[in-house]
């Protein structure tokens, strides 16, 4: 480490340098990889979470009953304070519906605004769960392919129209920031997308469970906040799950400002019983929201870093893979183009000769399939270690072919 980077580091109130085990705690990300392979594939980050968090959880245990929980105000309080502070944009209680996490809420505004034979639009590629949970509800994909140009991603406005022109598209799942490109779609860009939705009367479902993680120099704009008729013409999906590292914990929103679109999704959620929070859920949010801000700040300083490591190394050491600039998440996408190799065979041999689990491209429709995604929310030295083997894999790979 350098004198520069430890002094930092050392000014810092939280260790996100601490290295967990985290082999055989039924982690979805660790327990199902082979021991000699690194995981850096699943969303959900390696470090702990904030101490605040730990304690409120121990506190609640200590407690020793554990009944059926109900939803305190302060849940909506954390969440309405939390817009405020961090987006300046108010949003009211009555807005707001707890959920058990954002693809049960996806699913279920699906089903309340969408018949057999209708179409969701996503914008591909894209986190691949959207695609399942519109298939899992009996309806078409459509998508509105992103473009990759000059190692940015756009959209094909052109392309967006033609699609939501389609009177079976209901609903467009808008990715904000987009899960795995990295965008942080500007606000000229929401615009644009949100008027034509609006012409052709599709309902934006916009997801935005990665808000709060963005990079230097980019900024989020909450889709509704843009102005009323979009306000109106949307449901939001957010939770801090991926902000806190708390995704086992269960516990998100959907805000609605649409007096008639709430109803309808409340209807699902209760059908489908999908309010109903575990306690420690509530208790991890609440605490989340209302105190640990200063973590994510010390987070977001630490992400930073990860993230211009794994650039330097990539440009010093692995030159034919190309980072498309990461303005939000800890999901890094690298076209692999230039290896002349599809993405799922290079998935696969990476675990095999580099010891190293990515997710392929082709996983988030069939234009990822130049890129791989790799997950840099861990402790440096393992995301040090992970680049290593990334390169070992490479290398070997080369020697094979
Ligand atoms: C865009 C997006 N939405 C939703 C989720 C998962 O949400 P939850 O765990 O609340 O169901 C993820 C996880 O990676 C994601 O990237």
């Given at each position: 480490m350098d004198i520069e980077l430890a002094q930092e580091n050392k000014a810092m109130?939280?260790?996100?340098d601490k290295i967990i085990d985290r082999k055989n705690t039924n982690s979805s990300k660790w327990d199902t990889t082979k021991d000699e392979v690194l995981p850096m594939w699943v969303a959900d980050m390696d470090f702990e979470v904030a101490p605040k968090i730990i304690k409120t959880i121990i506190n609640k245990a200590k407690h020793g009953v554990f009944g059926y929980p109900i939803v305190p105000e302060k849940f909506y309080d954390a969440e309405i304070n939390w817009w405020k502070k961090r987006y300046n944009y108010h949003i009211k209680k009555e807005w707001i519906s707890q959920v058990i996490g954002v693809v049960p809420s996806l699913s279920a505004i699906i089903q309340a605004f969408c018949q057999k034979g209708d179409k969701v639009l996503v914008q591909h590629p894209v986190y691949h769960v959207f695609d399942a949970v519109i298939q899992k509800n009996e309806l078409e994909v459509a998508t509105n392919d992103l473009i990759y140009e000059n190692g940015r991603y756009r959209i094909d406005f052109e392309d967006f129209e033609n699609k939501v022109k389609d009177e079976k598209v209901k609903l467009f799942i808008l990715c904000n920031p987009h899960n795995p490109v990295g965008r942080v779609w500007d606000k000229d860009e929401l615009r644009q997308m949100g008027e034509l939705c609006i012409k052709h009367n599709v309902i934006v479902l916009s997801d935005e469970i990665h808000r709060d993680l963005v990079y230097k120099n980019y900024k989020y704009t909450p889709f509704c906040s843009i102005n009323e008729e979009f306000l109106q013409n949307s449901i939001t999906c957010t939770a801090p799950s991926k902000t806190f590292n708390i995704a086992g914990l269960k516990a998100s929103s959907i805000i609605v400002a649409n007096e008639n679109y709430k109803q309808k999704i409340d209807k699902v959620l209760n059908q489908n019983i999908l309010s109903s929070i575990n306690i420690f859920g509530i208790e991890a949010f609440i605490t989340a929201y209302e105190s640990c801000e200063d973590w994510l700040d010390e987070l977001l300083i630490y992400l930073e870093k990860n993230k211009d490591y794994l650039i330097s190394f990539i440009d010093k050491n692995l030159p034919k893979l190309k980072v498309v600039e990461p303005e939000a998440t800890y999901l890094l996408w690298l076209d692999i183009s230039k290896l002349n190799i599809n993405s799922k065979l290079l998935a696969k041999k990476l675990e095999e000769l580099g010891k190293l689990r990515i997710i392929p491209g082709l996983v988030y429709g069939e234009n990822g399939d130049n890129f791989i995604r790799i997950n840099i929310a861990c402790p440096l030295e393992v995301l040090k270690d992970g680049l290593k083997r990334l390169e070992n894999g490479i290398k070997l790979l080369k020697y094979q072919t």
């Open positions: 109130k939280y260790d996100f």
